[in-house]
């Protein structure tokens, strides 16, 4: 059995309304380079809803989002470095969706007193059909019988009546 390349991304942005859905179109390549297309929709609803609570409630803009695959779980976590960004009841709604579409999620202050909220998902890459070796192409060898080589003289005796223009030739 192969185990699984762990894979790691990390993002700044500032968030903005046009922001959220560039990140969003980052995070799905990242996640289709991956070979994790399943889990599209959902890591990237669950980013926007973020986004856009931190767009309409933080004063600090600057928003870090970080994506780790370890080949079981992915892990999506978008930290704010506004210290006043709380799940508080405004928020509320936004943590019940992420809550009610993701294996688990949490928040936690880091310790520069910014939040970060992160949510995770049981995820396995893609089953990749294993590629058949195709038969090789004939080669030209094998095709196309090559005479023996032969002295001309011996050119020169099977042939009727060509025997005085491999002479010549010689």
Same mark, same amino acid.
């Given at each position: 059995?192969?185990?699984?390349?762990?894979?790691?991304?990390?993002?700044?942005?500032?968030?903005?309304?046009?922001?959220?859905?560039?990140?969003?179109?980052?995070?799905?390549?990242?996640?289709?380079? %991956?070979?994790?297309?399943?889990?599209?929709?959902?890591?990237?609803?669950?980013?926007?809803?973020?986004?856009?609570?931190?767009?309409?409630?933080?004063?600090?803009?600057?928003?870090?989002?970080?994506? %780790? %695959?370890?080949?079981?779980? &992915?892990?999506?976590?978008?930290?704010?470095?506004?210290?006043? &960004?709380?799940?508080?009841?405004?928020?509320?709604?936004?943590?019940?969706?992420?809550?009610?579409?993701?294996?688990?999620?949490?928040?936690?202050?880091?310790?520069?007193?910014?939040?970060?909220? %992160?949510?995770?998902?049981?995820?396995?890459?893609?089953?990749? =059909?294993?590629?058949?070796?195709?038969?090789?192409?004939?080669?030209?060898?094998?095709?196309?019988?090559?005479?023996?080589?032969?002295?001309?003289?011996?050119?020169?005796?099977?042939?009727?009546?060509?025997?005085? =223009?491999?002479?010549?030739?010689?």
């Amino acid at each position: 059995m192969k185990t699984a390349v762990p894979c790691y991304y990390h993002l700044d942005v500032d968030v903005s309304p046009e922001r959220v859905g560039q990140v969003r179109r980052i995070l799905a390549a990242h996640l289709q380079y %991956w070979d994790l297309e399943a889990h599209v929709e959902t890591v990237c609803r669950g980013t926007e809803m973020l986004l856009t609570a931190i767009d309409e409630h933080a004063t600090d803009k600057h928003t870090s989002i970080e994506m %780790w %695959w370890n080949g079981q779980h &992915l892990i999506t976590a978008v930290g704010g470095a506004d210290r006043s &960004l709380r799940p508080d009841p405004d928020l509320r709604a936004c943590l019940e969706r992420i809550a009610a579409m993701s294996d688990g999620w949490g928040c936690c202050a880091t310790d520069t007193g910014s939040t970060v909220i %992160w949510f995770s998902q049981r995820a396995r890459s893609g089953e990749r =059909v294993p590629l058949v070796p195709t038969t090789p192409a004939p080669d030209l060898r094998e095709v196309l019988q090559v005479p023996r080589e032969l002295p001309v003289a011996a050119l020169a005796a099977t042939a009727d009546g060509a025997s005085g =223009v491999l002479e010549a030739a010689r």
